[in-house]
């Protein structure tokens, strides 16, 4: 396991960009960001390894997911942000793992504690 803190949340009014942080005490395969809205499940945003990243069909096109391995960071670049977008952002982390790529939250070992974006109309 690795020890994952987020940062850069924060409130932002609809159509306008955040970008977060994920700084990791060391290098994992997969690298992810999770949201979760109040009253909601945990869903997944991105993926990223060595492959081209996954992207959850309700941030596509305005989200990116990146990773500088050699500061062990993982970004997450938000645009035209919209209010549905609102949750606690989390950067999540795992080894590599055989067959279908990791898209549920308990295919990730290593968590970080969160970081709130509020998006208002």
């Known amino acids: 396991q690795v020890r994952l803190v987020e940062s850069g949340g924060g409130s932002v009014q609809a159509g306008g960009s955040l970008r977060l942080s994920c700084a990791a005490s060391g290098y994992s395969y997969y690298m992810a960001w999770f949201r979760q809205a109040a009253g909601k499940e945990r869903e997944v945003v991105a993926v990223k390894a060595t492959s081209p990243a996954y992207y959850a069909d309700s941030v596509k096109g305005r989200f990116t997911i990146s990773r500088d391995n050699s500061k062990n960071t993982l970004y997450l670049q938000m645009n035209s942000l919209k209010p549905e977008d609102t949750a606690m952002y989390y950067c999540?982390?795992?080894?590599?793992?055989?067959?279908?790529?990791?898209?549920?939250?308990?295919?990730?070992?290593?968590w970080g504690q969160g970081t709130q974006v509020t998006v208002s109309s």
């Open positions: 999540a982390a795992r080894p590599p793992v055989s067959g279908a790529l990791p898209l549920s939250s308990s295919s990730y070992n290593s």
